[in-house]
């Protein structure tokens, strides 16, 4: 992308964060960001509309209550849309189950409990200090760290180009032979 | 929409001032906020931006839809007094805050332009009819603030990381 093109897209999206696009603008748009999209614009505009606005004044009643109407029309239609796995057509009989497919999900519901204790003792036996209990907590890390690990993203794709390979590490480099493991040989932790 | 209530209808107010207008377009943007939900992602923006976000969206297209803009209110309140209260204990959102410390390092008349052009809803050509700027310097300032702000968010390095990849 040359120097000239990225002003035109800057221009464009700033043209859409603040004004919105035409119709000619939003294909050019399209077009050089080629399936890309990028925010950041909006977000910095928003944030710059924020700075003074404390949202005082307070909606009107009437509003408030078609928006609740609207909120109660928006989340049952989902719900039922989410416990129906038809949709809309809820009356479109269900197929009936085979033989084949009771097996099929009786074999799988037996299999299921073998593989969890087989997954647990892995993960407690291995050592490597993962736990279940770990991987099933929510972590939520702050608005801040969040961009600073996205940052380091780049540098650290970069270290982990290193390829370890025959004669590519110094300290290694005289060792020959193939590389294994006994328990009888091993001295230490 | 308890919580968000407040702040859309008040950015709707202010960038549309027509009360029947502002009405309908607070509807569609807490619908299109139920809809755009899943698409939050913390690591990009606060709760409050998101929602602001999509709110002037909205009534961007309205404004865009329907051809009427609001008329600043006074260039000289604007420019004497560019978001002075953002020093006070304002709490909305921390990009926002972010945002008020960059504003500072901008010239006054970069930061008019970016007043009418965000807060007032004016095109680019309004504000250089409005306050006699030639369009190509309002298009300067309007450019030069926006990057300056987004870079004091952490946000700047998106597009030179997709350049490096393209």
């Given at each position: 992308m040359t120097e000239n093109t990225d002003q035109v897209l800057i221009d464009l999206l700033i043209k859409q964060a603040t004004e919105g696009l035409t119709d000619v603008e939003q294909a050019e748009l399209d077009r050089l960001e080629r399936g890309r999209h990028d925010n950041t614009f909006d977000v910095t505009v928003s944030a710059i509309s924020l700075i003074?606005?404390?949202?005082e004044e307070p909606m009107p009643s009437h509003l408030r209550a078609n928006i609740r109407a609207a909120a109660e029309r928006f989340f049952d239609e989902r719900k039922r849309q989410s416990f129906s796995p038809l949709g809309r057509d809820e009356h479109k009989p269900l197929p009936r189950s085979s033989f084949p497919n009771w097996l099929g999900w009786a074999v799988a519901a037996c299999g299921l409990p073998s593989s969890c204790s087989e997954f647990l003792f892995h993960t407690s036996s291995?050592?490597?200090?993962?736990a279940l209990a770990e991987l099933l907590r929510p972590r939520r890390k702050s608005l801040r760290s969040q961009r600073s690990d996205k940052n380091s993203w780049p540098r650290r794709l970069t270290c982990s180009k290193r390829v370890v390979t025959k004669g590519s590490m110094t300290e290694i480099s005289d060792v020959t032979g193939d590389i294994v493991w006994s328990d009888s040989e091993q001295k230490g932790m | 929409m308890k919580a968000y209530g407040g702040l859309v209808w008040s950015i709707a107010r202010k960038m549309l001032r027509n009360n029947d207008d502002a009405e309908d377009v607070v509807q569609e943007v807490f619908i299109d906020i139920w809809k755009n939900?899943?698409?939050?992602d913390e690591a990009q923006s606060s709760e409050t931006t998101f929602v602001a976000m999509i709110a002037r969206r909205r009534i961007i297209d309205r404004i865009r839809y329907t051809s009427r803009r609001i008329s600043a209110d006074s260039l000289e309140d604007v420019t004497a007094e560019p978001?002075?209260?953002?020093?006070?204990?304002?709490?909305?959102?921390v990009e926002a805050k972010e945002a008020a410390a960059a504003m500072k390092d901008l010239r006054p008349e970069q930061r008019q332009v970016l007043h009418l052009s965000?807060?007032?809803?004016?095109?680019h050509q309004e504000i250089a009819d409005a306050t006699g700027m030639p369009l190509g310097t309002v298009k300067t300032h309007a450019r030069r603030g926006i990057l300056q702000a987004r870079e004091f968010l952490g946000l700047g390095k998106n597009l030179d990381e997709k350049e490096a990849t393209a």
């Open positions: 003074d606005e404390r949202g291995a050592g490597t200090g993962f | 939900a899943e698409r939050f978001w002075t209260r953002a020093d006070e204990s304002m709490q909305i959102s965000i807060v007032q809803g004016l095109s």
